[in-house]
């Protein structure tokens, strides 16, 4: 099997996918727990961003462990492999990987590294590539 990396455009797409999807997730449990949760009936910053980091690291981490696909990968045909066999990645790799998503402007790192990868992809040792 070799690499057949993904574009940049593709990434780009992933990326805008992935954000509706979050926001809509994060909107659905946001209604409920403002409903149901006593801590969550009076605005706090403190809360958000926790329930914001939370959200955001399950999304990508459960989506990846499970499928090795988040939604934006299945609609475009890509997934998360491990760089080295193309193999699923393990669960080490993918927590990696989740984790260095916060890094401050990570997103952009794409720009600066071939293959169109991102420090998540490098530090994590996995790879975006097209499914077969």
Known sequence: MTKKNTT???R???FLIDSIVLI???FLIISIL???HPAFQVYSTKNNRILAFVLYFLYYFLFEITFSSTPGKLITRTKVADNLS???PSIFKVFV???CRFIPLEALT???YDNNLTW???ISKTIVIKKT
């Open 86 to 88: 193309l193999n699923r």
């Open 120 to 122: 998540h992809d490098i």
């Open 110 to 112: 794409i720009f600066f």
């Open 12 to 14: 780009f797409l992933n």
């Open 24 to 26: 809509i997730i994060a």
């Open 34 to 36: 403002v409903r149901y």
């Open 8 to 10: 940049m455009l593709v």
């Open 97 to 99: 990987r989740t984790l």
